[in-house]
T-cell receptor
Framework: AQRVTQPEKLLSVFKGAPVELKCNYS??????LFWYVQYSRQRLQLLLR??SRESIKGFTADLNKGETSFHLKKPFAQEEDSAMYYC??????????FGKGTRLSVIA | DTAVSQTPKYLVTQMGNDKSIKCEQN?????MYWYKQDSKKFLKIMFS???????INETVPNRFSPKSPDKAHLNLHINSLELGDSAVYFC???????????FGSGTRLTVV
């Protein structure tokens, strides 16, 4: 069965500090992984997908199949990055499975 | 133009009532979903549906039923509402087998 684990419920960092939001997954096949962001009381928005290997709003994430991880990183946090971040896994034929989310709080 | 729209945005109702939440997408997607986000912000799949197949999460009570009049709509009907049903419900859509989900803005349901 697919599983996505985000070990941190809350991550607080100072503005300008580096950020790393952790995500580990469990899936026997070839996964497709995503990061979604939810700003306060808004809809979920796609932030990154691993296949596109792009950087959005300064965030990057690399799929590490050996460690079954897809950590989200940003070198310098900004206050507007404060939000809920969800890691998600797509196995193709079943709906997207989400981790429990990490609330990022960037302190001025 | 809103790609995935849900109505109502807020719904406050009494225990025991029956209510529906509507969802419409104009993206030409063939698969739609309902997710529940609880008070701890956990997101859990409730249903996925395309014109051929309904997949139900087995943990969803049968008081919840999806209704799809056509490919662009997937409504959520809830019977005999309970306090524990209070949550934010998100509709989403995608192409079957495709990976990009587009979410609606959510319906905040409060059962009193």
């Amino acid at each position: 069965a697919q599983r996505v684990t985000q070990p941190e419920k809350l991550l607080s960092v100072f503005k300008g500090a580096p950020v790393e939001l952790k995500c580990n997954y469990s899936y026997s096949g070839s996964p497709e992984l995503f990061w979604y962001v939810q700003y306060s009381r808004q809809r979920l928005q796609l932030l990154l997908r691993h296949i596109s290997r792009e950087s959005i709003k300064g965030f990057t994430a690399d799929l590490n199949k050996g460690e079954t991880s897809f950590h989200l990183k940003k070198p310098f946090a900004q206050e507007e990055d404060s939000a809920m971040y969800y890691c998600a896994l797509n196995s193709g034929n079943t709906p997207l499975v989400f981790g429990k989310g990490t609330r990022l709080s960037v302190i001025a | 133009d809103t790609a995935v729209s849900q109505t109502p945005k807020y719904l406050v109702t009494q225990m025991g009532n029956d209510k529906s939440i509507k969802c419409e997408q104009n993206l030409g997607h063939d698969t739609m979903y309902w997710y529940k986000q609880d008070s701890k912000k956990f997101l859990k799949i409730m249903f996925s549906y395309n014109n051929k197949e309904l997949i139900i999460n087995e943990t969803v009570p049968n008081r919840f039923s999806p209704k799809s009049p056509d490919k662009a709509h997937l409504n959520l009907h809830i019977n005999s509402l309970e306090l524990g049903d209070s949550a934010v419900y998100f509709c989403a859509s995608s192409l079957r087998g495709g990976s990009g989900y587009t979410f609606g803005s959510g319906t905040r349901l409060t059962v009193v």
